[in-house]
């Protein structure tokens, strides 16, 4: 694959920004639970995220805080509303994937890059500001009223741009809130980026995989 995209669009949180979830987990509760069953706790709180952001949006304090209580009360673990409130907390602090400055500037020098991100607008300008590249477009959930895996947070994002899903390469390390919907709106370049968190897509969803952001130059003939 060798792609010249009018934008290169990606994901932020987990393709781009290290997704620290577990870690806050793990400081909550991670005393409270067998390294066992932590391990199933903290799969069932992603699950939960996903189910939380399927429909009418919301802030994101409110996706996190619910999706906290419902794991709680599966796993047996007392919630407090102050432990999900951490979460929010937490996000804007974290920083990049150590292979993403580099080579994300390299790109971003000769394409214009966009970030879709299921955040809030004031969170995502400080985890943006880390990755210490240049990008042309930050479009939030709450600035489409709709988080991924909806279509119409895509949908936000073409209009806004004023390009055809022909005019894309979308980036993700996540095929179900990305990568799956890409396709549906007929995205039809698309790169996963396999950092080891969610299983790889089906080929159904035509894709090239990669391992980290350094491979992504070569595949724009950089």
């Known amino acids: 694959m060798t792609f010249r995209p009018k934008y290169i669009a990606f994901d932020c949180y987990g393709t781009l920004t290290y997704f620290r979830m577990h870690e ?43 999706a906290w209580q419902r794991v709680c009360k599966r796993h047996g673990v007392p919630y407090r509303d ?16 150590t292979d993403v400055p580099f080579s994300l500037t390299r790109v971003g020098q000769k394409i214009p890059l966009v970030i879709l991100s299921n955040a809030m607008n004031e969170q995502i300008h400080s985890n943006v500001r880390k990755l210490e590249a240049p990008f042309h477009k930050v479009y939030t959930a709450q600035d489409a009223g709709a988080y991924k895996p909806r279509l119409q947070a895509f949908e936000y994002m073409l209009d806004q741009l004023g390009c055809s899903p022909d005019d ?3 980036v993700s390390s996540s095929p179900r809130y990305d990568l799956m919907s890409a396709h549906d709106m007929g995205i039809r370049n698309k790169v996963f980026v396999n950092r080891g968190h969610e299983p790889k897509p089906n080929e159904f969803y035509s894709h090239v995989e990669i391992r980290d952001i350094n491979g992504l130059p070569a595949l724009v003939g950089l």
């Not at 706790?41 to 996903?50: E, G, M, T, V, W």
């Not at 999900?84 to 990049?96: E, H, I, L, R």
Request: proline share 8%.
């Open 168 to 170: 894309i390469l979308h």
């Open 82 to 97: 102050e432990d999900g409130q951490k979460f929010y907390d937490a996000v804007p602090t974290w920083g990049p994937h």
């Open 24 to 66: 806050v987990a793990y400081a909550i509760v991670g005393d409270q639970l067998p390294p066992e069953r932590m391990q199933q706790f903290i799969k069932d709180f992603s699950a939960y995220r996903l189910d939380e952001v399927m429909g009418d949006w919301k802030p994101y304090d409110q996706v996190l805080k619910s």
